[in-house]
């Protein structure tokens, strides 16, 4: 629709209207020119205005809607010229009717038909045009649009995917634990039915995309590992280096976790012993920098697909941020460091 | 007496183990360990009839530990991962337990287990060769006397046969693994190792030279000075796969 043509809705209110007065502008001057009395030059006028307002309105409306194509070609040329044809007839013979008695005027409004008709014609010819190149804009936009949401929509499904990827390693090993204390340890196993109960419940919290605080994200963790150290007993130790001051900090959920999940996998399947974990968190600029340090044996191959963990966290970090340098990871003197930069946003 | 051991490397699942065993009192353990490195050594000592054997645990996992074994006593796997049940029926596994099990489910692995006893079924017997069907591996576990050294593939200069033996190659020594070529060329990069002959498997990082041997047949050089024989096969794999 032409009304769509501007990008200010309020002044595309006016296009069809304005066109009207414009024309019926036009028009009066013109018969003014010819030294047509005022009153007969503002009645052919006005109705000259209204007869092009009515076939914009009808254009606008069919070729708005209607794309001609290959062999309908012929109506984006036929429409208009059977429309300004009609809407000269009537014009002619409305205003031969009122003003059946002025001779001169009469004479004048017979000579100019063709004339009349011709510009009538070729106005509403480009009206259609300009009614056609609109509406497919208009389609064209719709479909970036669409398209943009789709986007968007397979992100958010991504991003979730990966964030519920929960290990099912880790449940089915809680789930054993369970077990085998549900008939020693009855009151550790409801503690434990407990832990793993909120843990499920935040990988699957609804509002994922919001960000949350550092200490929530701290406290998820914890209960995490609370629940690995009932599997793995004293053999692991996790040591938390975070200022107090950080903890209102804001960040994506469930980046860290994964970040843990590696170093104890690394850490307790890549040693034999007691393992100690490190986990400290400061702000350097505009980013809040989170590292995990684990003890590693760089004599050892890990065995294959252990890496799931980082390369899932990158892949979010590259579909929240648009960046690949937000995670850095290697060996550094006898500990596996995990470095993860968070963008602040003030 | 039964006699058992259990390899878990965590402490609440080797003990429902022995909660669930406790119920048969033919059954002994000997003795319960927390990696593979333990339990290789318990079973040499031990000689048990019978293992619980996790997967997944610190170093070694419990298919490489039992590639370590000679004699292999029967499994029984207890894990929580499922893709690993066709290669553990692979290991001829006496059961495969997926944590975390019924009773009653524990009772059919141990029935299962009395009755190949009773029937005196050697065939039911884990086969050391668990390479058969392997997915690819990037290291290889073997045993020096009466340590565990994990070797990076990409560190082996070349693989040589020898009987129902392997040896391997590195810049750091020579090692003896019990496995079969067949099986260890399946399990390798083909893009990275190339079998040039019957007794050879080669790095194909390490070559530095081809030279025209006899008739129809070749010397390949590598870094560590070796010449190593082409057979008329293996010369046209490798000019398969160098492109040459």
Same mark, same amino acid.
């Given at each position: ?9 309020? @002044? =595309? ?11 019926? @502008? ?30 914009? /309105? ?7 809607? /209607?794309?001609?194509? =290959? ?13 300004? @044809? ?7 013979? =409305? ?15 017979? #000579? ?5 008709? #011709? ?108 629940? $690995? ?10 040591? /938390? ?21 590696? #170093? ?37 191959? #890990?065995? $294959? =697909?252990?890496? /799931? ?16 340098? @937000? ?20 | ?40 050594? &318990?079973?040499?000592?031990? +000689? ?38 066709? +290669? ?20 059919? &692995? ?79 990069? &083909? ?8 007794? !050879? ?11 025209? !041997? ?31």
């Amino acid at each position: 629709m032409l009304f769509n043509a501007f990008s200010n809705p309020r @002044l =595309g209110k006016w296009i069809i209207p304005g066109t009207g007065l414009v024309w019926f @502008l036009g028009c009066f001057l013109l018969l003014k020119q010819y030294e047509v009395g005022t009153e007969i030059a503002l009645t052919d006028s006005f109705l000259s205005g209204l007869i092009f307002l009515g076939g914009v /309105f009808v254009l606008d409306r069919v070729f708005g809607l /209607f794309a001609p194509k =290959g062999k309908n070609l012929w109506l984006l040329f036929a429409v208009p010229f059977f429309l300004s @044809l009609m809407g000269t007839l009537v014009h002619s013979y =409305g205003l031969t009717w009122w003003y059946a008695y002025e001779d001169d005027y009469l004479d004048f409004l017979s #000579a100019s038909f063709y004339l009349r008709w #011709a510009i009538l014609a070729l106005a509403e010819q480009l009206v259609a045009l300009l009614a056609l190149v609109v509406s497919k804009l208009e389609r064209q936009e719709e479909t970036q649009k669409r398209e943009a949401q789709m986007l968007q929509l397979s992100k958010d499904a991504e991003l979730a995917q990966l964030r519920q990827q929960l290990q099912p390693h880790f449940l089915f090993n809680s789930l054993n634990s369970i077990n085998a204390l549900v008939v020693s340890q009855p009151q550790k196993a409801r503690e434990m039915v407990l832990q793993l109960s909120e843990f499920l419940r935040g990988t699957i919290r609804k509002d994922s995309q919001s960000w949350i605080t550092l200490e929530e994200e701290l406290n998820y963790l914890k209960m995490y590992l609370d629940i $690995e150290r009932v599997r793995f007993g004293h053999r692991l130790g996790v040591e /938390f280096l975070v200022e107090k001051e950080l903890n209102s900090i804001k960040l994506p959920q469930l980046l860290i976790q994964p970040l843990v999940e590696n #170093a104890i996998k690394h850490g307790l399947y890549g040693m034999t012993g007691d393992v100690k974990i490190e986990v400290s968190g400061k702000k350097e600029g505009n980013y809040f920098i989170l590292e995990v340090k684990n003890p590693f044996d760089p004599e050892s191959t #890990a065995p $294959e =697909g252990t890496g /799931f963990g980082l390369s899932s966290v990158e892949r979010r970090l590259f579909l929240l941020f648009g960046r690949t340098d @937000l995670l850095e990871s290697g060996p550094d003197e006898g500990y596996f460091r995990v470095r993860l930069k968070i963008p602040q946003f003030q | 007496m039964i006699r058992t051991i259990i390899i878990d490397d965590e402490p609440l699942a080797a003990g429902i183990v022995q909660e669930f065993l406790a119920e048969f009192s033919q059954f002994q353990v000997l003795e319960v360990c927390q990696d593979g490195f333990q339990g290789l050594k &318990a079973i040499q000592q031990h +000689k048990p009839d019978l293992i619980f054997l996790d997967v997944q645990m610190p170093k070694i996992t419990g298919f490489e530990m039992l590639e370590l074994l000679d004699e292999p006593p029967a499994v029984i796997f207890t894990t929580a991962f499922d893709q690993y049940a066709l +290669k553990a029926f692979d290991a001829k596994a006496m059961d495969y337990l997926l944590k975390p099990f019924s009773q009653a489910r524990f009772k059919q &692995a141990i029935d299962r287990f009395l009755e190949s006893r009773m029937e005196g079924k050697e065939s039911e017997r884990p086969n050391a060769d668990l390479h058969h069907f392997a997915e690819k591996s990037n290291r290889l576990v073997v045993r020096v006397k009466n340590d565990i050294k994990i070797i990076s593939v990409q560190d082996v200069n070349f693989f040589e046969a020898e009987d129902d033996y392997v040896t391997i190659h590195t810049a750091g020594g020579k090692f003896l693994k019990k496995m079969t070529m067949k099986t260890l060329e399946e399990s390798l990069d &083909a893009g990275k190792f190339a079998r040039v002959h019957r007794s !050879y498997i080669i790095n194909l990082n390490g070559i530095t030279g081809i030279e025209p !041997y006899e008739r129809d047949t070749y010397l390949v050089k590598l870094k560590g000075g070796e010449k190593l024989p082409v057979s008329k096969t293996g010369y046209a794999r490798l000019r398969q796969v160098l492109g040459l």
